[in-house]
T-cell receptor, first 113, second 114 residues
Framework: NAGVTQTPKFRILKIGQSMTLQCTQD?????MYWYRQDPGMGLKLIYY???????DKGEVPNGYNVSRSTTEDFPLRLELAAPSQTSVYFC????????????FGPGTRLTVT | DQQVKQNSPSLSVQEGRISILNCDYT??????FLWYKKYPAEGPTFLIS?????DKNEDGRFTVFLNKSAKHLSLHIVPSQPGDSAVYFC?????????????FGKGTKLSVKP
């Protein structure tokens, strides 16, 4: 049982490039989330999904896109990367009946230069 | 404008003593509160939660207290152990936490010295 896995662990992007951050969970959780954590700050919700085919915006969705075609996977797409997107990105998942108890992946550290 | 505030960036305590981490919130609509713990290079892990209908919740060495009138909650760790050294995030939610939209504070780094 791997829990929540994220790839890659680290990535450096040039301004204007695009990439997809991968997230997979093997706990059969209905709900999945993407957060970003800037240095010295708390986590901020980017997007979340309550099930396959259903996604919704969080607090800071601009510059990102998501899709959820399966229960297990919730990729985050960055289009036209900007320095302001330099951050650590965490994916999380939870059961539908305890959405506040979220299981987090180890994070992806992204630098945009 | 931060809705969840952790005003102490760091806290240092001696092993065996009590650690008290504080959190204030501004949105009176929040009705579910949580604490997460984070070690370096790992994702946060859920620690303990409390509903706004309670004023205390206990789980082993960890107790969370909620003072709704003051919009304040605290996490008590007794006794503190070196393995408790981590960053602790306070988080709040609406609708009893039913949607999972958590608003996090900036975190407090706890160091427990042997």
């Amino acid at each position: 049982n791997a829990g929540v896995t994220q790839t890659p662990k680290f990535r450096i992007l040039k301004i204007g490039q695009s990439m997809t951050l991968q997230c997979t969970q093997d706990m059969n959780h209905n709900y999945m989330y993407w957060y970003r954590q800037d240095p010295g700050m708390g986590l901020k919700l980017i997007y979340y999904s309550v099930g396959a085919g259903i996604t919704d915006k969080g607090e800071v969705p601009n510059g990102y896109n998501v899709s959820r075609s399966t229960t297990e996977d919730f990729p985050l797409r960055l289009e036209l990367a900007a320095p302001s997107q330099t951050s650590v990105y965490f994916c999380a998942s939870s059961y539908w009946d305890r959405p506040y108890e979220q299981y987090f992946g180890p994070g992806t550290r992204l630098t945009v230069t | 404008d931060q809705q969840v505030k952790q005003n102490s960036p760091s806290l240092s305590v001696q092993e065996g003593r009590i650690s008290i981490l504080n959190c204030d919130y501004t949105n009176s609509m929040f009705d579910y509160f949580l604490w997460y713990k984070k070690y370096p290079a790992e994702g946060p892990t859920f620690l303990i939660s409390i509903s706004s209908i309670k004023d205390k919740n206990e789980d082993g060495r960890f107790t969370v207290f909620l003072n709704k009138s003051a919009k304040h909650l605290s996490l008590h760790i007794v006794p503190s152990q070196p393995g408790d050294s981590a960053v602790y995030f306070c988080a709040a939610s609406l609708y009893g936490g039913s949607q999972g939209n958590l608003i996090f504070g900036k975190g407090t780094k706890l160091s427990v010295k042997p």
